[in-house]
């Protein structure tokens, strides 16, 4: 089954981000991820506002890192968020971004080992397991139970774009949530997932695999090209060593973007994007071109695709566009 | 100012179309800081319901675009040709 997701960063005020969730949820759409930084709203705040307004879309973080927060919260964060939309409720979890995790003098110090035993933490606290945890990163005594259950299952998916952290979601994650819009990219972060999964006895086809994608969609592909510029920029800042390599990216020119966003020199930053690095690091165009490049990628093994930001040169314009013109493509829709 | 009266003024036919410009306006409004969360919530109640177009819809609606952008909001009654619905600037705008 092909699934849908959207995601929202909430940079806009709450009723806007609620608004678009709301449409997102009328058109058709699955899921609802909100990211999580400090230099935006609080994204458990935000996803409960959506939640209250919402009916049955599926949410969550799309992803908390347990860097900044501490994976016991994570774990009581989406519990009680189930209990405002009972099983409607996901869980993104990754290594987080590395420019951000900076400019709060966090290193991201051993990944996948911090992942891993956050992940074994959350599902711990959810089935309000007994007894202490003892990891490398993190511990937890008998007293760190939960004091309330939870009812429902919330899956958990791991946020990831390297071949370790894929392979760790193949072997831990109910889903992954694969930083990557290229078909290239995904098809390699399938094989990874898939090695992951295998490693551990497990079979993909019970992982759900989406595309985490920048997004753009407009009746015209220059229209649509433009709002994906300053998230480009991000991924290319963040993306590692084996990625821009796979696109012919230049190291240096990477980290000349990483230190301009970490500097706020937007101009320098977005300056530096080139159509080559749009088409590498995003989906965007007409509908037909979307729907092509999309198909393409569910036919690479994804199970999930999520338009994530921008969407296009107008939210709600595009979200109404993707949910006429798009979707049906895929699934029947409302 | 009388915002229930404005709305019985508006004509059933057109009050989906216009409900859909007047969230255009709010949603892309520069000064959308200045609605009440108050007036927003019931914007979001009567959404997910898919009744903005109603009259406690277009109601808070009206409310909502005059604090927001009332020039871009008149600019869409008049489209309509309810001039006679005029939403006034506030000093601030």
């Known amino acids: 089954m092909k699934t849908f997701g959207i995601e929202f960063v909430p940079m806009k005020l709450y009723w806007r981000t609620t608004y678009y969730s709301i449409q997102a949820e009328k058109v058709g759409y699955d899921n609802i991820w909100i990211t999580d930084h400090f230099n935006n709203r609080n994204v458990y705040v935000s996803l409960s506002v959506i939640a209250n307004y919402t009916d049955s879309i599926k949410l969550g973080p799309g992803v908390t890192n347990p860097y900044l927060v501490h994976p016991v919260m994570t774990a009581q964060s989406v519990a009680s968020l189930n209990e405002i939309a009972p099983g409607r409720v996901l869980c993104g979890i990754g290594a987080g971004d590395r420019t951000t995790l900076e400019m709060v003098g966090k290193e991201m110090e051993r990944p996948l080992r911090t992942v891993r035993e956050s992940v074994e933490i959350i599902r711990r606290q959810l089935a309000r397991e007994k007894g202490e945890y003892a990891g490398r990163k993190f511990s937890t005594t008998a007293g760190a139970r939960f004091n309330f259950k939870v009812e429902d299952e919330i899956p958990i998916y791991v946020g990831a774009q390297g071949p370790r952290m894929l392979q760790l979601a193949g072997e831990i994650g109910d889903g992954v949530l694969i930083n990557a819009s290229h078909p290239k990219d995904i098809e390699e972060a399938v094989k990874q997932v898939r090695k992951g999964a295998e490693k551990a006895g497990r079979n993909i086809d019970y992982i759900e695999v989406a595309a985490y994608t920048s997004f753009s969609v407009a009746e015209d592909e220059k229209s649509a090209r433009k709002p994906v510029v300053p998230v480009v920029a991000y991924i290319v800042a963040g993306s590692p060593k084996v990625i821009l390599e796979r696109h012919d990216i230049p190291a240096e020119k990477a980290e000349k973007i990483r230190t301009d966003l970490a500097g706020r020199n937007w101009g320098e930053a977005f300056g530096a994007v080139d159509q080559e690095m749009i088409d590498s690091f995003a989906i965007c165009g007409t509908p037909d071109q979307c729907v092509e490049k999309i198909e393409n990628l569910f036919k690479k093994g994804i199970t999930q695709f999520v338009t994530g930001t921008p969407v296009g040169p107008t939210v709600r314009g595009s979200i109404n566009l993707f949910g006429e013109e798009v979707l049906p493509h895929f699934k029947e829709t409302n | ?93």
Not at chain 2, 31 to 51: A, F, M, Q, T
Request: glycine share 2%; with cysteine; charged share 30%.
């Open chain 2, 1 to 93: 100012m009388d915002y229930r009266e404005m709305v019985k003024s508006i004509p059933l036919t057109i009050r989906r179309p216009i409900s859909e410009k007047l969230i255009d306006v709010l949603l892309e409004a520069k000064e959308g800081k200045k609605v009440p969360s108050s007036i927003c919530k019931h914007i979001l109640y009567y959404w997910n319901r898919d009744k903005l177009h109603s009259e406690l819809g277009l109601m808070n609606l009206l409310k909502a675009v005059e604090l927001a952008d009332p020039k871009e909001a008149n600019i869409v009654l008049a489209e309509f040709n309810l001039c006679y619905v005029k939403l006034t600037s506030s000093p601030d705008n």
